[in-house]
């Protein structure tokens, strides 16, 4: 039985987990950039925080319509968000939130390679 969407029940699992990934990242670049090591002024924050999440925002549109492209920029920005975990956790302070990165962004790229590699057997990859 299919759904009204056209979407399986794997593709949308997969597609609520990249979701619930992309805002863990979101969730946990506000953390640090507002809590843990703020900079100096409220606008700067601001502004290197649009700046880090800014590639996270541009793949939502294109994850939720199931496009082949902004899967395969999901796992590069998820690569992104590895190297990055990677940076904090050599750092002793912040060690915990370089972690917790490293498997949300580890997550993120499972999802959406997953998530990919369905669109691709399927032939239903848009542009």
């Known amino acids: 039985m299919s759904e009204p969407s056209g979407r399986s029940n794997a593709a949308q699992l997969l597609l609520f987990f990249a979701a619930l990934m992309i805002g863990s990242l979101l969730a946990l670049t506000g953390l640090r950039q507002f809590f843990v090591e703020p900079l100096a ?51 002793e302070p912040l060690r915990t939130l370089g972690f917790w990165e490293v498997g949300f ?20 990859g848009g542009e």
């Open 105 to 124: 962004s580890l997550l993120l790229i499972l999802a959406a390679t997953y998530l990919l590699r369905g669109l691709t057997s399927a032939g239903a």
């Open 41 to 91: 002024s409220t606008h700067t924050n601001v502004i290197w925080f649009f700046i880090q999440v800014l590639p996270l925002l541009l793949i939502i549109p294109g994850m939720l319509r199931l496009h082949y492209r902004s899967c395969f920029f999901a796992i590069l920005v998820g690569s992104l968000y590895f190297i990055h975990g990677v940076l904090l956790a050599v750092d």
